[in-house]
């Protein structure tokens, strides 16, 4: 029995865990639990999977649960909140692995601790490899415990990687959707709307993840996920282009011999694989391989796509550089999507941000959150020098 | 050093391996060759290889190669014949690993004592597998030795296989070309001429197994192969057609996910592979991933391929029913190039052959090889009653 801690258990990737610990009751427990500020469905988790304990963002809420759990009568949970309670419910003792999904940094220290307490971790937060990612995969390291990617790209990779050994892989291959603007020549990215933007062909998500999707810095942010959690360098991880994001990423071996992971899209399955590996057990999740027709691939235009080119050059210098390759994108993304600025003035607020910024190693998490909350002020400050013209939209220089 | 044999060395695959063993002298050495009646090459190779023992197929043969390299002032070899020779080629105590690619049952019974001699086997000869891979699958296991595919089919299906455990796969998924009648209607199938099934789009291979892929028996045969070799059922083997031949193989796991692999069609790269296996070493065979385009799948049609049906029906009753199969494929495929039979009387024929022949297991190489006769003769007891009518052609009811 593999007794689960899940922080951000009410969000998308908490849930569909626990939907996989639901159909698998013989192999899954919840152990804990920490979730945001979504009181009731914390409540509903709590009375339905009676966990050790779990934790939640303010002491407000905190209380709150604790009162309505003593109304129903159910007194088995401690009830903790904030930073040190999500601390506590990564590392309890009776938790053997984290599913870590809180998004942005505020998953960060806790993923770490649970490292650090040798737990197996489950990563679906990708601040924890693009920001702080040789921290947490050296921790990884020396506690001999295995980090498993929860999302289709870098699950797909840590299927493919089993065909071979590690001084055999020659290169990553992580295909890319290509976004909403694929088509759209580079002469019209300066007056994409909001609207636009937030149109993916493919996929429903969050407002940040979908312009990241746009700009192809969601694949960017892939690039260095795959570099810190495989250990290669960025010249080994490539992206193509493939619309129908049915190939969920590919590994190439240095004899000439690729290959290619597929399944249906459902994140139930990379949840899956990383909570039994290094076992895969029998699910529902059939992708229909006879209505397999075509496939297409194109490569990526790192010209029309800047951040993409940027997401490199800091996989490249690595350390500090990719916290301000992160934290300027989000600060740039909340500018584009209040419209104070323009659709092509993402990547460049990213770049000024990444220059401005010294390169270094990181040492320690306390000192990536000083470094993260630096950067997003430069960011900010930069925004605020380009305020966007007023409408009509045109073209910028 | 991995010391190697070669059964037929003077042959596309075999000339294949020495390529490969050129390219990696600190890895390989020739020991051993076994040739047909190529005197020329056989010599040429001797000189090359200097291997301990060359086997030619008859007796005139041996003493002119003797006679050649005595002249030529070599005597480091030994020269045998015929199929003790072969045996001796593959049994030798100095070879570890044994490639077996002599076309036809004349490959069996060596490539079964090289199997019993406890030597790691590469099988690019069909015939082992689908006539007699019981026997030789079974004493590969009680030798505890790998019998590694030399086909890009089956050394795909055993690269994804890595991905899991043996319990753990739900499907095998073999892609097909298609061959040249993919989009011919059924109706005309009956009026399909010798040059026309010699035509395959992708391929340039010997006449046999061409006519085999434009009846699909070819991938019926690998159905078969796959079976033996995985220890799977035919019930868990499929086909789907892929005209652009890229992925040359798939496994679907149980929980889901499925790998492809894919890699340039050079038969150098199964070749290394199962000479370095379970390594892989780095090689010149470079896929341009960036260049993929487009990739085609569709079911296969069983009702205009009726091979393919049969040697799941051969696959199921297993023993000396594919024996029935090959040998009567074999004699119809040749009654077709000399135009006695009809493209649709192929698959009749085998049909009747195998109706005819009952049911039963394989005790001994011997016992196959009769068999083996036995069904060829009913074949051609058949093709004699199915005089093909003389020109123009026309339709058979």
New interface residues.
Partial sequence: MKRIAILGSTGSIGRSTLSVIESYPDRFQVATLAAGANLEVALEQTLRWKPRVVSLANEQDADALRSRLRNSGFGGTKIVHGAAGTVCVATHPEVDFVVSAIVGVAGLEATYEAVKAGKAVGLANKECLVVAGELITAEARRQGKPLLPIDSEHNAVH??L????PV?V??I?LTASGGPFLKTPKSAFASITVEQALNHPTWKMGKRITIDSATLMNKGFEVIEACRLFHVPPSRV?V?VHPQST?HS?V?????????????TDMR?PI??AL?YP?????????P??D????????PDMAKFPCLRLAYEAAQAGGVKTIALNAADEVAVAAFLSERIGFEEIPRIIEEVMAATPAGNLESINKVLALDAGARQLAEDMVKQKKRPASPVRAIP
Wanted: proline share 4%; net charge negative; charged share 25%.
């Fill in positions: 299927q493919c089993r065909g071979g050994t055999e020659e290169r291959w490539q193509i190939i590919m190439e071996f240095v004899d000439g011999s690729i290959l290619a992971q597929f399944s249906v399955l899956l694989y039994t076992e895969r057990v029998p699910s529902e999740f059939r992708f391989v006879m397999l027709r075509h496939l297409d691939f194109c490569p």
